[in-house]
């Protein structure tokens, strides 16, 4: 398996990412990192100076990795939010749900500072998948622009 990490797909209309990682929660902050891509492509420019916490349950992995990415959404339609370092527990599984807490750190929107993407209206259901191997997982999604 190669390393971490994410790629764009050729899509008619809206934004496909495939990410990867050793572990869900690798593939999950992969993901994570494509949407903050795809929203500002001058993410390498976003500094480190707002922290927070981001705690989501859901009833299954597809639930918890779109409300984890629409949690991202609504920080930077609301709050301007911008994310750079996004490092995720181990995601906990009972019989009934899976949590998932993370530490995100980044910037407020500045746009003399940071490059405007494109503008992601929503995360789909349409073509997720979350593929789990042995040694990898490997995450398909679009983001309806």
Same mark, same amino acid.
């Given at each position: 398996?190669?390393?971490?990490?994410?790629? /764009?797909?050729?899509? +008619?209309? =809206?934004?496909? *990412?495939?990410?990867?990682?050793? +572990?869900?929660e690798e593939a999950f902050e992969q993901t994570a990192y494509s949407l903050?891509?795809? @929203?500002?492509?001058?993410?390498? $420019?976003?500094?480190?100076?707002?922290? #927070?916490? *981001?705690?989501?349950? &859901?009833?299954?992995?597809? &639930?918890?990795? /779109? =409300? /984890?990415?629409?949690?991202?959404?609504?920080?930077?339609? *609301?709050?301007?939010?911008? /994310?750079?370092?996004? #490092?995720?527990?181990?995601? #906990?599984?009972?019989?009934? $749900?899976?949590?998932?807490?993370?530490? @995100?750190?980044? =910037?407020?929107?500045? $746009?003399? #500072?940071?490059? &405007?993407? @494109?503008?992601v209206k929503a995360i789909t259901y349409s073509f997720m998948k979350i593929?789990? $191997?042995?040694?990898? *997982?490997?995450?398909? @999604?679009?983001? =309806?622009?």
């Amino acid at each position: 398996m190669r390393n971490a990490g994410y790629r /764009f797909l050729d899509h +008619t209309a =809206d934004v496909s *990412v495939e990410a990867q990682g050793k +572990t869900l929660e690798e593939a999950f902050e992969q993901t994570a990192y494509s949407l903050m891509e795809t @929203i500002t492509p001058s993410y390498v $420019k976003i500094s480190s100076e707002i922290q #927070k916490t *981001v705690i989501i349950e &859901a009833e299954d992995q597809e &639930a918890l990795l /779109f =409300d /984890f990415l629409t949690e991202f959404l609504y920080l930077f339609d *609301v709050e301007e939010l911008i /994310f750079n370092e996004i #490092k995720i527990h181990p995601i #906990k599984h009972d019989h009934t $749900k899976y949590h998932l807490e993370a530490d @995100i750190k980044g =910037d407020k929107f500045n $746009k003399n #500072k940071h490059e &405007a993407g @494109i503008e992601v209206k929503a995360i789909t259901y349409s073509f997720m998948k979350i593929e789990e $191997k042995k040694k990898s *997982v490997k995450i398909n @999604i679009v983001f =309806d622009i």
